[in-house]
């Protein structure tokens, strides 16, 4: 398999960390967004959509979108599980991953941010007021979710990481790559910390 990626990007960390947990290979194949590498023709041929990740399979099938990317690694292999077997609790975990993956990031990746500086002219002060307004609105509310799961545990959801800590990891990255003070985020802080001390998250990391 091969891992069509970017460090920067939080969706493809996303990933990354997916094929840690599961303990899977793919070769690591980095596109540098910013200079347009994702515009390519020959990339927009493995995905039309020109983002990051795609995972491309033996067969040649190409999968796009991180969440479905790790739903297949999810399903293709099981242990361990990225979901709770209690359908209750498996709603709750995706719900956690969704306000994420699209909520909170597509207001601000990459292209958004480039649209809101090249083409609506905003100086790099309003587009940092832009990020931080959409980290903390949604932050905010998860918060208050994080706090009392329905499950206790080190992680989102238990004693073990799964897919709502698997979005949630990239996002506080890319919260303190803003320097937005996560003071009031105490829950999700402690998250990413116990996820930091596993070597699955630290080897996905793009520093």
Known sequence: ????????????????????????????????????????PAYAAINPQCLVPTLTLDDGTALTQSLAIIDYLDETHPEPPFLPRDARLRAWVRAVALAIACDIHPLNNLRVLQYLEHDLKQDADAVKTWYAHWIRLGFDALERQLVSPPVAGNFCCGDAPGLADICLVPQVRNAR?????????????????ACAELDAFRRANPA
């Open 1 to 40: 398999m091969r891992l069509y990626n970017s460090d920067p990007s939080s969706a493809s960390y996303r990933v990354r960390i997916a094929l840690n947990l599961k303990g899977v290979s793919a070769e690591l194949l980095c596109l540098q967004l910013r200079d347009g590498a994702q515009r390519d």
């Open 177 to 193: 790559r803003y320097q937005i003070d996560l003071s009031a985020y105490p829950r999700i802080v402690a998250i990413d910390a």
